[in-house]
């Protein structure tokens, strides 16, 4: 079977590129145009029963509102403010319409604690549970953030830590909307994505589509409480924002003491002109090491 | 098990309104503030192997182009044009590479055919497959068309002609989008939505939206070649425009002999005060019947 990623570079060379976008394939979101100062955003992430969470063990609610959160943090990765939601679901002939509506809780309490209406959706029958949410958006066009514009010499950040999701996390996570929107407001950011395949692979991400590589500094991974540093390296769901920035840039974000409205934002590296990802245990370390170790592999 | 419309009308219940909008659930697609002139809209369908088409009988590219139709269909239904398309799949493990490339082929094509570019999408894996698509696009908002405006008097029509979806029409059809966007131009239409679950249901869909029944001519039902009437009523998925307009817009309509653009246009009926169905041979007869006929069910 074909890895997800190498799936997605082939659809992506296969489909063209519509030369009035700002963004299509291969970010957290497409970038469109929308009016003189803004862009429209458009994300759609599917969760499946089996895949990224177990009917019998998660609540409702939680499905629900994960299946909504994942999308918030697409719009949150490119600097923008979610408006619009579409919920596309699978139903088993099985399933209940307590569940249902339990699920649906899930989604209206985030949807409205994130002034995101929900417009319209689908219902389909199928044999397993899935829902395919897809979230409009807006971002002003000077605070659009991309994958690709990280610079060799860049910090690189992330907010909160990294590793939880297996203890549940990943079901009851506060997508980074409020975050990223003041990141973007005071700050100027490089390059930034969302963590949801694992540090590991989403770090690589970042760094080939800006066409660089990284040193990372083990030491200053923010690891979540119980967790070992492989896990917070290889756990994916974490939905943290990583992102790159100048180095007095990034100066002026870790000179805050309440982070970002309370959120902390951790130093983990530096961009380098030299594709691959390097590791140090302390930045002023001389003795560089590479990790074998992988992301998660949602496919 | 809970029948599809009565479940859609409890989840449109439960979730609020949003005030900024022209419309929410409960039309082909979702309208909402874009500018000055025009208003955003956005619609989701997903299609399910075993339920909306058989893997082991269609052609890859068919599925594809279907997946992407019916969104398209959804978008014309409003009077409006296509923009751009997000594509969300389920794969299962044993898919083959082969299989997904010739499904983004017919995408592809029909795609490019209807200006529409494929801006994004997601991959998740799936015991069964699945493809839930969703179209962005944009209309006038002097033209845009909903289920609710049909008034009492006004002539009922159809375009093309109805129950050839199961000899393989359902895999091939071309959306209306530019007879939709000829009729909304043109003409004066009161409400309008595309025919998915058959002509029985989705009538009584328009009219109920509308708070009005209609009186329905079965010799005037264009029906499909090699097809029954009952056909034409029942099975789903034409995805030809059932829409209403005064009977001097629709004369207008009707007067018009390359139909629009080539495809027929038929008057089938008439809207009435009073709720519910009913039928007559020909519009001059007296006698009035029922038929307890009813339409596709998806679900």
Known sequence: MIPESLLIGKIRRFLPEDAGLKKGIGD?????????????????????????????????EHVGRKALAINLSDIAAMG????????ALGIPADL????????????????????????GG???????????????????????VLRDGAKA??????????????????????????????LVKYFKISAMMDVSDGLMRDLDVLMKESGKGACVFTD????????????AFCDGEDFELLFTAS??????????????????????????AKPGIYFKEKETDTKVFKLSWKGYEHF
């Open 220 to 231: 200053s991974i923010p690891v979540s409480r119980a967790c070992t540093l492989k896990k």
């Open 122 to 144: 689908d219902l389909s029958r199928s044999k397993e549970f899935f829902a395919s949410v897809t979230v409009a958006g807006e971002v002003e066009k000077n605070r659009v």
């Open 247 to 272: 180095p007095a840039e990034a100066k002026k974000i870790l000179a805050r003491k309440e982070g970002l409205l309370g959120t902390p934002v951790q130093r983990i590296g530096m961009v380098t």
């Open 153 to 182: 010499g860049d910090s690189i950040l992330v907010t909160g830590s990294l590793g939880g999701s297996l203890a549940g996390k990943h079901l009851t996570f506060t997508p980074r909307v409020r975050e990223a929107a003041c």
């Open 80 to 87: 923008g403010r979610p408006c619009y939601a579409l919920v």
């Open 28 to 60: 957290d979101a497409a970038v469109l145009p929308l009016d003189k100062k803004h862009y429209l955003l458009l994300a759609v992430d599917t969760i499946v029963d089996g895949v990224d969470f177990r009917m019998a063990e998660a609540k409702p």
């Open 96 to 119: 209940s319409y307590f569940w249902i509506r339990r699920f649906y809780a899930g989604i209206k309490k985030l949807a409205k604690e994130f002034n995101t209406a929900v417009v």
